[in-house]
């Protein structure tokens, strides 16, 4: 089992900043890919930010505007958020997928980002 934990959101105006973390903790392979969702009331989840190895892949809407970076020796991801808008309302959660024996999906319990406008 992982256990996802993550800290970060709050309340911030546009064009503002906000850091968000996960730690995993638990039976972490070497190899996984983890990364960012968000939901939004009344929307499906959706992608916001994945990191494999040295690969980084972003939703269109936050291209250049986010950053996802881990610490592999912490196991804690990060992504830091620029230049919020509104539209970045969300809870965003943590997830973590690996490959011991058989596929595992794994996901925090979520943080709540409001961006006021």
């Known amino acids: 089992q992982v256990q996802l934990v993550e800290s970060g959101g709050g309340l911030v105006q546009a064009g503002g900043s906000l850091r968000l973390s996960c730690a995993a903790s638990?039976?972490?392979?070497?190899?996984?890919?983890m990364g960012w969702y968000r939901q939004a009331p009344g929307k499906q989840r959706e992608l916001v930010a994945t990191?494999?190895?040295?690969?980084?892949n972003y939703a269109d809407s936050v291209r250049g505007r986010f950053t996802i970076s881990r610490e592999n020796a912490k196991n804690t991801v990060y992504l830091q958020m620029n230049s919020l808008k509104p539209e970045d309302t969300a809870v965003y959660y943590c997830?973590?997928?690996?490959?011991?024996?058989?596929?595992?999906?794994?996901w925090g319990q979520g943080t709540q980002v409001t961006v006021s406008s």
């Open positions: 997830n973590l997928r690996q490959v011991r024996g058989a596929f595992e999906n794994y």
């Open positions: 638990g039976s972490i392979s070497s190899i996984n890919a």
């Open positions: 990191i494999s190895g040295g690969s980084t």
